[in-house]
């Protein structure tokens, strides 16, 4: 099944943002799943302030992972994530359809993901900085 998570990481630290993103790209991977795109939103302001491991939040650092999984793997890896405490907020949802992502394309900050690891597509806004650093 296809399913969107959208994580809200504290902001601050780009590379616990990678390591939390890479931490659940390898677990969906390990477990069968395909991951088919993952996005880099930067930091933002939340909508109302979070508390969230004694601390509160106003603004957070969001991502975007879609991906193919098993319902049990996709529970695994948002429990996974949603207890690492750099984590403010993480939600997970199944993509209507289910089987196939339309209009894939036209996500801006879309990542690849080859053998050298999460790249940057040439263009994209954030190519060679962002969350992934360079090739």
Known sequence: MLYEMIAVVRPGNIAEV??????????LLQNGGVIRSLTNWGPFLLTKPVRK?????DSGHHFIMRFDASPEVQAKVRKTIAIDPRMIRCGVVK???GDRLVGEQGIKGMSEIG???????K?????????????
Do not use: N
């Open 18 to 27: 990678k390591e939390i993103a890479h931490k659940a790209g390898s677990l």
């Open 53 to 57: 491991h004694q601390q509160k939040h």
């Open 95 to 97: 993509m209507v359809g």
């Open 115 to 121: 053998a050298e690891g999460l790249i940057w597509r």
């Open 123 to 135: 263009g994209d806004k954030g190519a060679g900085s962002g969350i992934f650093g360079g090739r």
